[in-house]
Each structure stands twice: as structure tokens, then as C-alpha cells.
């Protein structure tokens, strides 16, 4: 999306895991540990929480272990089981549509 990946030097990535947890009434696994990561040749450590239930993932943040204002999330906060209809991934008619009548 335009911006520039950094690299993670092999064996820097370095998660532990947290096994017994629980999100969105679903048992998962939290990882959590600091990544170091080379941009335009300057390192940052990045700090890291994931929470897994396979083969979702429920949780991610990251952010810069110097600047924490620096970061980054994504997290599911519903899940509703079943089946998936046209209706339920159909984004509403704007106004004046015709389809929308």
C-alpha cells in the first residue's frame, strides 16, 4: 500500500507463548515478545501481543518499545457464527440508487 516493508533479521523474531487464554468466548493462545527490525538502515524493537484461535487471528499490536505512541492495531470484536448469505456482505444502496428500491 505504498509503504516500505523493513526486514527482520532471522532469529530476532522472538514471541513467547501464553497458552490457557480466552477472547471472544474462544480458547487462544496470546504471544507476546519484541521484534527488532531494520528500516532504511536505522533498528527499531518493536513490541508485540497476538492472540490466536486458530485459524483466526483475534488480536494484534505492535508498537515502538522507544515511542509507544507509535503503533499499530487490529482486533476482531464480534464474531457471529453460521452462514454467510449475500445479504450479509452487501453494502447498502446510496441514496437515489435505483438498485436500492
Given at each position: 500500500m505504498?509503504?516500505?516493508?523493513g526486514t527482520v533479521p532471522p532469529g530476532q523474531a522472538a514471541l513467547s507463548a501464553l497458552l490457557g487464554a480466552s477472547r471472544l468466548g474462544r480458547s487462544s493462545t496470546?504471544?507476546?515478545?519484541?521484534v527488532g527490525v531494520t528500516e532504511d538502515g536505522e533498528p527499531y524493537e518493536n513490541s508485540i501481543t497476538r492472540v490466536i484461535a486458530p485459524p483466526l487471528l483475534l488480536f494484534e499490536h505492535a508498537h515502538?518499545?522507544?515511542t509507544p505512541t507509535l503503533s499499530y492495531t487490529r482486533e476482531i470484536l464480534s464474531i457471529e457464527e453460521g452462514t454467510v448469505t449475500d445479504a450479509d456482505v452487501t453494502p447498502p444502496a446510496a441514496p437515489g440508487d435505483p438498485?436500492?428500491?
Open positions: 505504498g509503504g516500505r516493508q496470546e504471544y507476546r515478545g519484541q515502538d518499545s522507544v438498485r436500492g428500491s
